[in-house]
């Protein structure tokens, strides 16, 4: 019977035992596994604060307290945390120093940062030399801190070591001896039982190394497969140097090393030594101070750390910023303190055209002489070619912020106020420029707008009535005042003197007003109109008196085309045999609209309509002053459609158009009247057909068709000028803008 319970206390204790060992086992995978992701130590508390105290199955299981404790990473994945944030702060260091040193803009700046990942910390710095001694102090504290908490680190981790492997060692000689049984005396008697329990406990046990060698330096290799049978059946406790087994060295851990390689001495100087690093890396985490370093050391010497595309990208940045900023501050720097500030707000403009023009007349047209010089006739039936040239330049100067003075220059001559062409072909003689343009603009308000001087066409208007190359030249007041919406109405009044004689008190003058609305829509639906009224002040001729035969040649205009009906004012006497005047007076009245449907933006569909008579003209007067009869035209209209951009400034852009136009003889003065349809005038009706083609930005082409036929051909006087006068004219023009 005591042998049965013998027995099975031997067999409880044997499975007991396997248990045990099976546990042991399992630690021993797991400790495996850790060296192959071994945890780097990592000392985070401070020299003055004792680290906690750890149980030694809590620091060796770590998942029984992974809610308390989160898993430590591994020194691969911290040593790249650390390298990543050296670099990100090298290269935040960088990119604040290139912008202080302005080689980099903030948009630059802010780019490389989204590139590149990089954090910027916001550094406040008012006092650099204070920074710098702030600096010195602070590495020099950072020194003294960092070796106080090594040598209180290394003492406190080889303490809290010793202590737990002691709490450990005891406590597991306690739980063996309570495990051995008291009576195994008593069962001796069964010697053959003893020793299978015997050998089954040497053989699980074999796969054990005692702390002692452990501790002693002896590697597994100085052990024979003897010696470890003879030592494990002598040492009963088995279980507690397979527990200690635990207390190897973590450094031994980290290296991958054997255990037959580490000595106490090796183990207590690479601690150290890891135990010094981590807190230099704790340390260096604390102070980051000591990671900034002045302007001229960083500029010197860019951080390896930087990756090499950053690197590169800097390098070009600086070198191409350098390229463009340098001259321009140079000169910037040279021309501050010579130029006025005004000077540097100067704006410049202008454009140039190149011109083919064909002539072609019918060859039954009649004789006209030129009306200004009335012993000269006009070609009216030989075809001609020309080539010609138009330049304008011009500048405007802001004033202040309400007022502008505009200056131009172009070519042209000084008796064409409706042409600023000049015609090649003078034997290379050079041509004449005249100022074109030269008038003051100021808007006080948004809504008022003034202009004094030689002026553009202030009106709404076709060239119908004005040619677009005509300037104006007096005072003219503008008024745009906002209705609702897109709506909007204006107003337009000005005076403009025509002809100042120092013999007579009757000046020529114009003077006039424009009102009108207009709904302005870049896509959908505008439209425009305008109602104005010309009235011309002393235009009419007026007959000289044989008594004074010159006095009133002040009467005559200064220059005109042809169309209008005209009388000689000359009498015996006079020194000319022939000077013409207007035999009408002239207040016109015309009404400009367009309809722009621009649903297709940016191609646009603009209708066209004007029209204009003459209240002033009184048949009876016109009669009476040329002893001829007159038909008496004083209506004049134009209506077209053009389909495609309302301004052509880039390649690919075009434009065609269509217009007829209708002009009576006296429905307007012809001497302001478009300087190419008839060659200029009235009595004249026709086509216009045309297209524009961008071939670049700012360039464009220019191809006009204009075929008209005289309505009346009443140059009719006591010679007999006049009769029927067709022309058309072929343009080909080459514009640029700039």
Same mark, same amino acid.
């Given at each position: ?13 044997? %499975?007991? &035992? ?154 597991? =000689?306690?739980?063996?001896? *309570? ?25 699980? *046990? ?76 704790? %340390? ?28 590169? *990208? ?17 000169? %910037? ?8 500030? $005004? ?74 106020? #409706? ?22 603009? /100021?808007?006080? $308000? ?80 505008? /439209? ?25 040649? $002040? ?57 204009? &008579? ?32 309302? *301004? ?17 003889? =006296?429905? #307007? ?30 360039? /464009? ?38």
């Amino acid at each position: 019977m005591k042998r049965c319970e013998a027995i099975i206390r031997f067999a409880r204790l044997r %499975e007991v &035992r396997i248990y045990v060992r099976l546990s042991l086992c399992l630690f021993l995978i797991l400790l495996f596994l850790g060296c192959a992701a071994p945890q780097p130590l990592i000392i985070k508390n401070h020299p003055e604060e004792p680290p906690p105290r750890k149980s030694f199955f809590s620091s060796i299981w770590p998942l029984q307290h992974k809610q308390e404790e989160p898993p430590q990473k591994s020194t691969a994945a911290l040593h790249q945390e650390d390298q990543k944030k050296a670099a990100n702060s090298d290269m935040a260091d960088m990119l604040n120093l290139l912008k202080s040193k302005n080689v980099i803009s903030a948009d630059e700046a802010n780019r490389l940062v989204k590139k590149y990942g990089i954090t910027l910390p916001t550094v406040k710095n008012d006092n650099p030399a204070a920074s710098k001694s702030d600096n010195g102090r602070a590495e020099k504290a950072a020194a003294n801190k960092t070796d106080e908490s090594r040598e209180s680190n290394q003492e406190q981790f080889t303490n809290s070591t010793k202590e737990e492997s002691s709490e450990e060692l005891k406590k597991s =000689d306690k739980e063996q001896k *309570e495990e051995t049984p008291a009576n195994i005396d008593e069962e001796k008697k069964d010697e053959e039982m003893k020793k299978d329990v015997s050998g089954s406990v040497v053989n699980d *046990e074999q796969k054990d190394v005692s702390l002692e060698d452990i501790k002693s330096g002896k590697g597994q290799s100085e052990k024979t497969p003897a010696n470890t049978d003879e030592e494990m059946k002598k040492d009963v406790s088995a279980l507690a140097v397979n527990d200690e087994q635990k207390d190897v060295s973590l450094e031994d851990t980290k290296s991958g090393k054997g255990q037959n390689e580490k000595t106490p001495a090796n183990i207590d100087e690479e601690m150290k030594k890891d135990v010094s690093a981590s807190a230099g890396n704790e %340390e260096q985490k604390d102070v980051p101070q000591e990671a900034v370093t002045n302007d001229k050391k960083q500029s010197e010497n860019i951080p390896v750390s930087i990756s090499e595309d950053l690197k590169k *990208e800097i390098e070009e940045q600086v070198k191409i910023q350098i390229q463009k900023e340098v001259p321009k501050e140079i000169k %910037e720097l040279d021309l501050a303190s010579a130029v006025p500030e $005004w000077i540097k707000n100067i704006r410049f403009g202008g454009d140039m055209r190149l011109r083919y023009e064909g002539d072609r007349f019918d060859q039954n047209n009649g004789y006209y002489f030129i009306p200004s010089t009335p012993t000269q006739l006009m070609n009216t039936t030989t075809d001609h070619d020309y080539f010609r040239y138009r330049v304008r330049i011009g500048v405007e100067v802001p004033v202040n912020d309400q007022m502008e003075a505009i200056i131009r220059l172009g070519t042209g001559n000084n008796t064409v106020p #409706v042409s600023t062409t000049l015609t090649m072909g003078n034997y290379m003689e050079r041509d004449t420029a005249y100022l074109d343009l030269a008038y003051i603009r /100021w808007h006080p $308000w948004n809504f008022l707008t003034f202009e004094g001087g030689r002026m553009p066409n202030p009106w709404f208007y076709s060239d119908l009535v004005w040619s677009p190359s005509l300037n104006f030249e007096g005072f003219a007041l503008k008024l745009n005042e906002p209705i609702m919406g897109p709506l909007s109405s204006f107003l337009t009044i000005g005076a403009f003197p025509l002809q100042q004689d120092s013999l007579s008190s009757n000046s020529k003058y114009l003077t006039a007003g424009q009102l009108g609305l207009e709904r302005k829509q870049e896509k959908g639906i505008s /439209w425009k109109i305008g109602a104005a009224y010309y009235n011309y002040s002393n235009i009419t001729g007026e007959m000289n008196n044989p008594s004074n035969p010159d006095l009133m040649d $002040w009467s005559a205009p200064l220059y005109m085309q042809k169309g209008n009906t005209i009388f000689n004012i000359e009498t015996t006497g006079s020194a000319n045999a022939y000077l013409f005047a207007l035999a009408s007076q002239f207040r016109e009245f015309n009404v400009t609209a367009n309809f722009d449907i621009g649903f297709w933006n940016p191609v646009h569909i603009i209708f066209l309509g004007d029209y204009v &008579r003459n209240l002033g003209f009184n048949l009876s007067d016109v009669e009476q002053r040329t002893g001829l009869p007159n038909a008496g035209d004083i209506d004049g209209y134009q209506v077209g459609v053009a389909v495609g951009y309302p *301004e052509i400034k880039e390649l690919g852009q075009w434009k065609t158009y269509l217009y007829y136009k209708y002009l009576g003889a =006296d429905a #307007v003065v012809d001497a302001y009247t478009d300087y190419d349809f008839h060659l200029g005038g009235t009595d004249a009706k026709g086509w216009i057909v045309g297209a524009d083609l961008g071939l670049s930005k700012n360039l /464009w082409l220019t191809a006009r068709w204009l075929t008209s036929n005289e309505i009346h051909g009443n140059q009719l006087n006591q010679s007999g000028f006049g009769g029927p006068l067709a022309i058309d004219v072929i343009q080909v023009d080459l514009n640029a803008r700039f």
